[in-house]
């Protein structure tokens, strides 16, 4: 079938280049030159082509310019039926050029694409060129142009329905923050062809492929999600439709996925009221969905291969993957799987901006506590806000560590605040470089010196005075001094504090780890 078809396009360029040498040779001779170029114009987009749209528009003036040409020597009704057949080249290069367009934003249901209302405005343009000169032939040609497209007009209007595409919604049940994908089946509603755009006006819903051919016996789309708190709970996608032809498009949206997000704070009570349920006081807690709790890296110690990860400050150098570390050009430690004794303390921030915060804290506390919990590390609480301190506790059992993690979430607040958080101060490339100052000796590194001492001493100023460091200070009086800290913060006004007090107590030898 395709090899026909394209034999009766090779026939059908063929007949307009005889065409175009005979009437070469019946204009006069002041006029020859014009069909000369069209046919040597022709030919070289045959031999090469340079887009589809070329093409099209070639062709398109051809079947005027022969109606045209053959006039004087055939006569007007003659000469309409020498162009006649061109327009099956016209329909050939309406095909070829569909695949190559795109879709056009409107706010209308059905709308012409702009090869459609291009070829229109030229087809008027010359309807009326052929009344002003009362040239019959270029009249026929243009009715018969125009009986074409009211025809494929009748067509789409008929066959390509304002939603081309049906389907069942998907019900899918999601926690906020994590990623799923889905595969969607869509139905068609139309055997005209042409080709289907989506998008998705939300960020964090993604479709591939953007744009699928309506020709295929199966159209099927990945939509892959990650819902936020305040995500709607149907999951809507723009589309786009074009016709086979190219001519018009549609636009509809439509709702592949019934989302039902359940928030991470909730989820994660969830999970603290499950493994609270199933494990016993004294017993070695047991957490039936282990594949959602990530264990807290930084705390293992042992002789068995865990895994790897970055290097932190009191990481012990031994450990460091010297292979992986130039592979990727950072430092990179191993990780063993059994744990020592050594306790730990969350500090947490309980001060958020926003509800997607306070649900994104709450969810790492809780799933913190239960990772602690189900390793059999016992740990410590401190919590914190922007006006001061507002719990500290002694090194807590694991159910107790479990019970008393959901009570600190509900003491989260939300501030409103305008102002904006920079990136803290690098601490220890602070300190680094004011070592290396105090081996040169010189004036200009004297100043220099003096100036990086005074931001060290403003730093700690202002880390003793906010209430992450009192905190600390205060659960550190209940605790072993070598306890591991577990940092869950949004970073707002405590940033400068808890960047220098990871760096201070790094140089005491406690691992300092953020969530």
């Known amino acids: 079938m395709i090899i026909l078809h394209r034999r009766r396009v090779v026939l059908l360029k063929a007949y307009v280049a ?23 114009w022709c030919l070289y987009l045959w031999w090469r082509p340079i887009t589809a749209v070329f093409d099209l528009m070639t062709e398109y003036f051809t079947f005027f310019a022969v109606a045209l040409l053959f006039t004087a020597p055939a006569g007007n009704f003659f000469a309409f039926l020498i162009a006649l057949p061109v327009l099956v080249l016209i329909n050939h290069g309406l095909e070829q050029v569909a695949p190559t367009l795109s879709y056009r934003e409107t706010r209308y249901v059905r709308y012409p694409t702009t090869i459609g209302i291009t070829l229109i405005s030229i087809l008027a343009a010359v309807l009326v060129v052929s009344l002003l ?12 142009l125009l009986v074409y497209f009211g025809l494929i007009g009748t067509v789409i209007v008929r066959r390509l329905p304002v939603e081309p595409v049906a389907m069942a919604p ?4 999601m926690v906020a923050g994590t990623e799923e994908l889905l595969h969607v089946k869509l139905n068609k509603r139309t055997n005209v062809g042409g080709r289907l755009f989506l998008e998705s006006p939300d960020e964090w819903v993604r479709v591939s492929p953007k744009m699928l051919s309506l020709g295929d016996k199966e159209l099927v789309i990945g939509v892959s999600l990650s819902p936020t708190l305040s995500g709607p709970s149907l999951v809507g996608l723009e589309a786009y439709a074009t016709d086979r032809w190219g001519l018009t498009q549609v636009r509809f949206t439509f709702e592949p996925v019934q989302l039902h997000v359940i928030p991470r704070a909730q989820y994660a009570a969830w999970l603290a009221n499950k493994y609270l349920a199933e494990t016993k006081v004294g017993a070695l807690p047991l957490v039936s969905n282990v594949s959602e709790i990530k264990s807290v890296y930084g705390l293992r110690r042992g002789v068995e291969y865990y895994g790897n990860q970055l290097y932190q400050p009191g990481d012990s150098l031994k450990n460091i993957d ?11 430690t191993k990780e063993f799987a059994e744990f020592h004794g050594q306790s730990a303390i969350i500090l947490i921030n309980l001060a958020v901006g926003n509800a997607e915060e306070a649900d994104n804290l709450a969810y790492k506390t809780v799933v913190t506590a239960i990772s602690l919990a189900a390793e059999g590390i016992p740990a410590a609480l401190a919590a914190y806000n922007h006006e001061g301190v507002r719990l500290v506790t002694t090194v807590l059992q694991p159910q107790e560590l479990v019970t008393r993690s959901l009570q600190v979430v509900r003491e989260i607040v939300t501030v409103e605040s305008r102002l904006k958080y920079l990136n803290p101060t690098d601490v220890t490339r602070l300190v680094a470089n004011m070592s ?6 010189s004036e200009a590194s004297r100043v220099m010196l003096e100036l990086l001492r005074l931001e060290y001493k403003n730093l700690a100023s202002e880390a003793r005075q906010n209430p992450a460091s009192r905190a600390l200070s205060a659960v550190f009086a209940r605790v072993d001094k070598q306890a591991n800290i577990v940092v869950i913060s949004q970073r707002n006004h405590d940033a400068g504090a808890i960047s220098f007090n990871m760096f201070s107590f790094a140089r005491k030898g406690n691992a300092v780890i953020t969530v």
């Open 133 to 144: 000169l009362g040239s019959l032939s270029l009249l026929l040609a243009s009715i018969a």
């Open 170 to 173: 998907i019900q899918q049940r």
């Open 436 to 441: 290396r100052l105090r081996s040169v000796e």
């Open 18 to 40: 005889v065409a175009l040498v005979i009437a070469t040779v019946l204009s006069p001779l002041a006029f020859s030159f014009i069909p000369i170029l069209l046919l040597a």
């Open 322 to 332: 010297w292979k992986h570390s130039i592979k990727y050009n950072e430092l990179i």
